[in-house]
C-alpha cells in the first residue's frame, strides 16, 4: 500500500516508516489542500492533521485514494459527505489522551490554588515575600465538572483523590459510574452556584458556544475559579473577563482562548512545534488584555502534548492503516456522525 502522511514532522518520519515498513511511505511537512493535493496521487491512503483541508476539490484530485486517516478526533477538516459517496473511508483517533488532558487541568487548578506562578513570576524579580500569595486547600472544595466523557471522568477521578467533592452536568448521565466514583449529577445552574472550581470538558459545536456567558457566570460564587482545557469559544472571553476585572471571579486557568479558529477538536499532532506557533502568534495577542492578567494562568494550548498521548496518536494512526490495508476499517468516524 502507498501511504502520503501530511503534516509530519522530520522526526517522527523513521517511527512510522518502522512500523509500516511493508509499506511504501511518502512524508510532507506542509500541509494538504487542493493546490498540493495531486502529491498524493497514485497513493492509496492519506494521513493527514486538522490544518488540512481536505476537501471535494482536493479528493477529486487524489482519486486513488481510498482511505484519510486523521490523526485527531477532530474530522471537520474533512468532506465526509464527499468520502461517503466516493467510497472513501475516513478514520481518526477517538481516544488518545483523557487523562493527559485531566492531569494538565489539575496542573492549572493548582497553580491557581497555591498562587505557583505568582511566586514564580517574583522570583523572577528578586522578590521572595509571600504576601498575597496565601492559597487553599482542595480537601473538601467542591469542583463542578462541566461534560462527563472520557476527559471529564479523569477529572472527577483525580479530583476524589484530593478529597474533593464534585457537581457534574452533562446531558447525558450515567448514574452508574456516578455512583461508582461518588459524584452527583445536577443541573448546569447548580454546578455553577456550588463550585468552588469550575472545570470545562465538553467538545465545541453550536449548541455549546458561549455556553459559559455572562449570564453563567454570574450565577458562579463570588471568588470561584473558572478552568477551560475544552475549547476557546465555550467561553465567553469579554464576560470573563469582565468578571475577573470586578473580582467577582478570583482566578482563571485557560489552555485555549477565544478565536482560535484552526484548532479543531482534539487538536492533538505530530507536528507540534505549528500547533503552538499558530497559537502563540494570532490568538494569545487578540486575548492580551485578558491573558496578562495575574490572576489568569495561560498555556497555550499544550493540554494534550504528553509524550504517551503523541505516541498513542501515531500507534492508533498506523493500527487504522495497517486495517485498512488488510481490508478491514477500524475507528471509521462515519459509525459516528
Request: with cysteine; hydrophobic share 40%.
Amino acid at each position: 500500500m502507498r501511504i502520503a502522511f501530511f503534516e509530519v514532522s522530520k522526526g517522527d518520519e523513521g517511527y512510522l516508516k518502522n512500523c509500516l515498513k511493508e509499506h511504501e511511505c511518502l512524508f510532507f511537512e506542509e500541509s494538504l489542500n487542493a493546490s498540493n493535493a495531486a502529491l498524493a496521487d497514485g497513493c492509496d491512503a492519506v494521513s493527514v492533521f486538522i490544518y488540512s483541508q481536505v476537501t471535494a476539490e482536493a479528493l477529486g484530485r487524489m482519486p486513488s485514494v481510498k482511505c484519510i486517516a486523521t490523526r485527531s478526533t477532530g474530522f471537520d477538516h474533512i468532506d465526509t459527505e464527499y468520502c461517503q459517496q466516493h467510497a472513501i473511508s475516513v478514520v481518526n483517533v477517538p481516544y488518545y489522551g483523557e487523562n493527559t488532558v485531566a492531569e494538565h487541568t489539575f496542573a492549572l487548578i493548582l497553580s491557581l490554588s497555591r498562587n505557583v506562578h505568582k511566586s514564580y513570576a517574583r522570583g523572577l524579580k528578586g522578590d521572595y515575600s509571600i504576601d498575597g500569595l496565601k492559597g487553599f486547600d482542595l480537601k473538601d472544595k467542591t469542583l463542578g465538572v462541566i461534560g462527563t466523557g472520557h476527559i471529564g471522568l479523569h477529572v472527577i477521578r483525580i479530583a476524589k483523590g484530593f478529597g474533593m467533592h464534585v457537581l457534574a452536568f452533562d446531558v447525558k448521565k450515567d448514574t452508574f459510574i456516578s455512583e461508582v466514583l461518588h459524584f452527583k449529577y445536577a443541573s448546569l445552574d447548580e454546578v455553577l452556584a456550588n463550585a468552588d472550581i469550575v472545570t470545562v470538558h465538553v467538545p465545541y459545536n453550536e449548541h455549546t458556544h458561549h455556553l459559559i456567558d455572562r449570564n453563567h457566570i454570574r450565577m458562579m460564587k463570588k471568588g470561584a475559579l473558572l478552568i477551560n482545557t475544552a475549547r476557546g469559544g465555550i467561553v465567553e472571553t469579554e464576560a470573563l473577563e469582565e468578571a475577573l476585572e470586578e473580582g467577582f471571579l478570583s482566578g482563571a486557568g485557560l489552555d485555549v482562548v477565544e478565536g482560535e479558529n484552526s484548532i479543531k477538536e482534539e487538536s492533538q499532532h505530530v507536528n507540534t512545534k505549528k500547533c503552538c506557533d499558530q497559537v502563540e502568534a494570532g490568538h494569545v495577542e487578540r486575548n492580551t488584555p485578558l491573558l496578562s492578567r495575574d490572576n489568569v494562568v495561560f498555556t497555550p494550548h499544550i493540554g494534550f502534548y504528553s509524550e504517551e498521548a503523541i505516541k498513542r496518536i501515531i500507534d492508533t494512526t498506523v493500527a487504522n492503516l495497517i486495517a485498512f490495508s488488510s481490508g478491514k476499517i477500524e475507528n471509521r468516524v462515519a459509525e459516528r456522525v
